[in-house]
């Protein structure tokens, strides 16, 4: 029997139900509403935290934005066939909530309705409905049946994310799936996609953690979602489905989005269609049960981190042509496989793998390496190491060059943490940006002759790097060049040396002494503030 004292019968009479006439919000458990009301204000009974029951008259046509919102303890509403439309937010949080009745008469259910109705177990979209708002289910977490219709042609972004779904037929007419519309939703394993879907928004299936296989259909042309803002497009539309085996891509897709199966870490299985000219970054990062992938000829790019973790493949074979396809080439390095310890396989002949290494056919030109080398010798052919090559081998100790070798492309050594020994030969005559950023084991370094610079960030962070031979033939020195080698005590700048740009030393906390020609060109950041410069005479030439 209900407590009478905790009932509020609204006066006879009333036509505009207000805020004002529940007196204490937070003491009601019951309100009676008479037929006389005709209108409930918007958020009329919002943080009526006591409320449990609802009736609600023949009289409303429309329930208004954020009615009841917040009333955690609301059990019981009764909705009459007299409402069309339940706005906005109306049941938003209303986390008591297991079971609601709409009638066939809505024929519009607003965003975030029903969001954060945690205790919300089923639910029955009216026949009248066609579209189903953006959030209107979110973080329904105990959500686990829904009914739906063919009538329905839109479900909108975040629809059902953090639900309890265990299955999800998508209805005949509806063309997108948009983002984030399973988001979380832990407990789906399988999903049925039809063959009018043309769009998979980002993060629509991500961290549904039981999902094991999936059919792209090929009326499908986009995965992500366009960013308003700088025209990409955002993925990780299968991102961390842990239990992912198998994929069918669609056979119209013309890009992976970066992240689109970030951390699938059961992803066996996945065929690349020869429509797709893009794989973005971090698409298969973290897919640590891949063993073999094979990119068409299609491909023109692959983004960083491409293959990110992936540490059970064992090879990837390329079928394109980088004379017809873009260059293939500057993509398949050791950024794109970090953690990865791949054999990589070309099929046009023009690149060979040979002893952990890719290289150009004609043995000029290192591309790759396999990340658990320890030690490598460069082959006396090898004239460039090019971008990124050696990036992230982080067991490598040692590396031993021949005397042919001339450019060091970007990045080529960066993070190589056990590097220890290095020479270069004096036939060197370009070391690009960053080359050996991160070395931090990295502890002498002798610069060769014939290289007239050192670019940007050439030794940054090399925390070990106590001596630094510079010879007489180097021009200029580049920002940051050594900035943070920590146990850099002194050096000596040589007086062929033009300029040194700002904050080539930066966060060099050992560094005490520089000497430094007069006529080197250098700003006052360039060095620490308790660093003694000295100054040699510069020497005329004759």
């Avoid at 066609?130 to 629809?159: N, P, V, Y």
């Avoid at 519309?181 to 769009?199: A, N, P, R």
């Avoid at 700003?523 to 308790?530: A, L």
Wanted: hydrophobic share 35%.
């Amino acid at each position: 029997m209900s407590d009478q004292s905790k009932i509020l019968v609204i006066p006879e009479g009333e036509t505009v139900l207000t805020s004002k006439l529940l007196q204490d919000k937070k003491d009601w458990e019951e309100v009676i509403i008479p037929d006389s009301v005709k209108e409930i204000v918007d958020a009329a009974f919002q943080d009526c935290s006591a409320l449990k029951k609802v009736i609600i008259p023949e009289s409303i046509i429309e329930i208004p934005y954020a009615a009841f919102a917040n009333c955690v303890s609301l059990e019981e509403v009764e909705i009459p066939d007299s409402v069309t439309k339940i706005d906005s937010c109306a049941f938003h949080s209303c986390r008591a909530l297991k079971k609601i009745v709409i009638p066939n008469t809505v024929i519009e259910i607003g965003e975030s309705a029903f969001r954060d109705c945690s205790s919300l177990e089923e639910f029955v979209i009216p026949d009248k409905m066609t579209k189903i708002a953006a959030k209107t289910f979110d973080r329904c977490t105990s959500l686990k049946a829904i009914t739906l219709h063919d009538k329905i042609e839109e479900i909108g972004d975040s629809a059902f994310s953090e639900c309890s779904l265990e299955e999800f037929v998508i209805p005949p007419k509806v063309t997108k799936i948009a983002a984030e519309t399973f988001f979380e939703c832990t407990s789906l394993k399988g999903i049925t996609l039809h063959d009018k879907i043309e769009e998979i928004g980002q993060d629509a299936f991500n961290g549904c953690s039981l999902l094991e296989q999936i059919v792209i259909p090929d009326s499908v042309t986009m995965l992500g979602s366009v960013n308003k803002f700088s025209e990409k497009i955002n993925g990780a539309v299968f991102s961390k489905c842990s239990a992912l085996k198998k994929v069918v891509l669609s056979k119209s897709l013309k890009k992976i989005p970066t992240d689109t199966f970030y951390n699938c870490s059961s992803l066996e299985e996945i065929v690349i269609p020869d429509s797709v000219q893009e794989i973005d970054r971090d698409v298969f990062a973290g897919c640590k049960s891949l063993k073999k992938l094979v990119i068409p000829n299609s491909v023109k790019s692959i983004g960083a981190w491409a293959f990110k973790e992936c540490t059970s493949l064992e090879k990837i074979i390329i079928e394109g042509d980088p004379s017809t396809s873009g260059n293939l080439v500057n993509w398949i390095t050791n950024r794109e496989l970090q953690g990865c310890n791949a054999e990589i396989e070309y099929k046009n002949g023009k690149y060979i793998f040979k002893d952990n290494a890719l290289y150009s056919a004609d043995m000029t030109k290192i591309l790759y390496t396999k990340s658990d080398i320890t030690e490598f010798t460069i082959p006396e052919s090898v004239e460039e190491i090019g971008p990124c090559a050696f990036e992230n081998c982080r067991k490598l100790e040692k590396v031993i060059a021949s005397k042919g070798l001339q450019k060091i492309g970007a990045h080529a050594f960066n993070c190589c943490e056990s590097l220890k020994e290095i020479d270069l030969p004096d036939s060197v005559y370009l070391i690009y940006d960053y080359v050996f950023r991160g070395c931090i084991s990295l502890s002498h370094f002798n610069w060769p002759n014939e290289c007239p610079e050192i670019f940007y960030g050439t030794f940054y962070g090399c925390k070990s790097l106590t001596h630094i031979n510079l010879p007489n033939t180097l021009d200029d020195i580049g920002e940051c060049a050594f900035a943070g080698c920590s146990s850099l005590e002194s050096i000596s700048i040589p007086e062929s040396v033009e300029s040194i740009e700002v904050n080539s030393f930066e966060n060099c906390s050992a560094l005490k002494r520089v000497e430094i020609s007069s006529g080197t060109k250098f700003k006052k950041k360039t060095f620490g503030e308790n660093v003694e410069i000295v100054k040699r005479p510069k020497t005329r030439k004759k």
